[in-house]
């Protein structure tokens, strides 16, 4: 199954578990709510447990502490 927005999945690199708050496969990328949040390799990422999307109130908190355009973002550039 892939990984989507809302799901919960397991950082390999840390073994830490996060929500994810959303999903870009052409950038191997995603973001993550927690604290600190956090954008991550998809590709170090594994399906915990499948979520149901988000909520308006996680949109909103993701477009707080990213941008809207979050999945234009790559660190370091």
């Known amino acids: 199954m892939k990984i989507e927005a809302g799901d919960s999945i397991i950082h390999k690199p840390t073994g830490e578990t996060w929500f994810c708050l959303g999903v870009n496969r ?3 990328q995603v973001c ?3 604290w600190p949040p956090t954008m991550a390799k998809l590709s170090d990422c ?3 447990e499948k979520g149901k999307g988000l909520k308006e109130s ?3 908190y993701r477009n707080s502490h990213f941008g809207i355009d979050w ?3 790559v660190e370091g550039e």
């Open 71 to 73: 999945e234009r973002y």
């Open 46 to 48: 594994e399906l915990v």
């Open 26 to 28: 052409d950038r191997d």
């Open 58 to 60: 996680e949109v909103v």
């Open 32 to 34: 993550a709510g927690g």
